[in-house]
């Protein structure tokens, strides 16, 4: 049986339908099916995303995953606004037909779909990013340093749908690890990084 949804993920899955309906509004009004802008959709979903963005998010995974939606929404508003200002100044839309022995290219992605898009090169970049947390001697026990390590790949491991990895097997990781190789002139550095959607934590000792 799967566990109840915390109350975070319930106002995350509320988030996400809120921008989705906002997404298909503007493109029902992009494609002449509504009237006018659906401003009263977009000042609830704005009103929602601020309340969020003020909120405390302790959890890392939790942060991460607002982050995502707060940044899809706001290139989805950016790219809304630049199609709104180009039909009032009379601007013709990017990729009409110039001239008629020229082909048109192909019809611009909508507006959901350019958010989309942009949020998927977002993610691309962020596979190649790196987070390294480094641990000297003293700090093999140091709750919060190790707290910080497992917050982090648990977050690594969340975003490409891996099963997070036990507390007590990072704290057992970083005493083993530091107790091996660190000394008074040695860190060790642990160092997560996204590649071919897989999460890999290595280690290894630096000189200071």
């Known amino acids: 049986m799967a566990p109840p949804k915390s109350d975070f993920e319930k106002q995350m899955q509320h988030l996400d339908a809120e921008i989705r309906r906002l997404e298909a509004e503007f493109n029902m009004f992009f494609a002449g099916r509504l009237p006018r802008p659906p401003w009263e959709t977009r000042t609830?979903?704005?009103?929602?995303?601020k309340r969020h963005d003020q909120g405390f998010i302790r959890n890392t995974a939790d942060r991460f995953r607002f982050e995502t939606l707060q940044a899809r929404f706001h290139k989805f508003i950016e790219i809304c606004d630049r199609q709104l200002n180009a039909r009032e100044m009379g601007r013709a839309v990017p990729g009409a037909k110039r001239a008629s022995h020229v082909a048109p290219p192909a019809a611009p992605p909508t507006?959901?779909?350019?958010?989309r898009q942009s949020a998927e090169k977002h993610a691309e970049k962020a596979e190649r990013t790196e987070k390294v947390v480094t641990f000297g001697r003293g700090d093999a026990g140091a709750d919060e340093r190790v707290k910080e390590l497992y917050e982090q790949l648990a977050a690594a491991k969340k975003q490409v749908g891996e099963a997070p990895v036990a507390y007590?097997?990072?704290?057992?990781?970083?005493?083993?690890?530091?107790?091996?190789?660190?000394d008074d002139t040695t860190n060790v550095a642990f160092k997560?990084?996204?590649?071919?959607?897989?999460?890999s934590l290595t280690v290894k000792p630096e000189k200071e």
Do not use: N
């Open 44 to 49: 609830r979903v704005t009103a929602l995303v």
């Open 111 to 115: 507006p959901a779909e350019a958010a």
């Open 168 to 182: 007590e097997r990072v704290a057992a990781l970083v005493k083993a690890q530091v107790t091996k190789f660190g």
């Open 192 to 199: 997560i990084a996204l590649k071919d959607g897989k999460v």
